[in-house]
């Protein structure tokens, strides 16, 4: 069974302060990995895709990176408006589904 | 509109009743799906729709919950005999693409809060 789990679970930052979300997953062979970003309220609207071990992608001041067992999203010099829960999702080879994870609730402080 | 389309956006029923909550997804999109999110948690898939098929319905909890997609657009999924641990936000998606080709792009609605007393 696919399992995802995300840390930390919350995550205060102050304004321009950097630091990175970690998702962690295990699947019976990994067709992609998935990031999305969910404001209160709201669903969950899609960020990256990443398939390979090695492939990073950008997007603003977020930063995907994936390896073989975890994923990382890095944000740098966060502003008040990347404030947001971020979920991490998986998808195997064999199922149709999207595994989502916990989420991390990240707030950004002015 | 141009978005996923869920309704109602707030249901308050009672222990043991009936609800329908429905889905109306981006026009074309031939692939959709149910997720229900509960407080603090991420989403759990319930059931995959490719056209008026249900290609994967393995996350339905049990058998109180049923959904259709008669025309391969609108989707309506049904709770019978609700209890109180159905309360969740009900979240819909759609995506052009069938599941297996996907690029994760999937887009959701903003969920249907149902609250069971």
């Known amino acids: 069974e696919d399992q995802v789990t995300q840390s930390p679970e919350a995550l205060r930052l102050q304004e321009g302060e950097s630091s990175s979300l970690n998702c962690s997953y295990t699947?019976?062979?990994?067709?992609?990995l998935f990031w999305y970003r969910q404001d209160p309220g709201k669903g969950p609207e899609f960020l990256f895709t990443l398939y390979s071990a090695g492939e990073e992608k950008e997007k603003e001041r977020l930063k995907a990176t994936l390896t073989k067992k975890e994923s990382f999203l890095h944000i740098t010099a966060p502003k008040p408006e990347d404030s947001a829960t971020y979920l991490c999702?998986?998808?195997?080879?064999?199922?149709?589904?999207?595994?989502f994870g916990p989420g991390t609730r990240l707030s950004v402080l002015p | 509109g141009a978005g996923v389309s869920q309704t109602p956006s707030n249901k308050v029923t009672e222990k043991g009743k009936y609800v329908e909550l429905r889905c109306d997804p981006i026009?074309?999109?031939?692939?959709l799906y149910w997720y229900r999110q509960s407080l603090g948690q991420g989403p759990e898939f319930l059931i995959y729709f490719q056209g008026t098929g249900a290609a994967d319905d393995s996350g339905l909890p049990n058998d109180r919950f049923f959904a259709v997609r008669p025309e391969g657009s609108v989707s309506t999924l049904k709770i019978q005999r609700t209890e109180r641990g159905d309360s969740a936000v009900y979240l819909c998606a759609s995506s052009l693409i069938p599941a297996r080709m996907n690029t994760g792009e999937l887009f959701f609605g903003e969920g249907s809060r149902l609250t069971v007393l």
């Open positions: 026009s074309g999109h031939t692939a």
């Open positions: 999702a998986v998808q195997d080879n064999y199922g149709q589904n999207f595994v």
């Open positions: 699947v019976s062979g990994l067709r992609g």
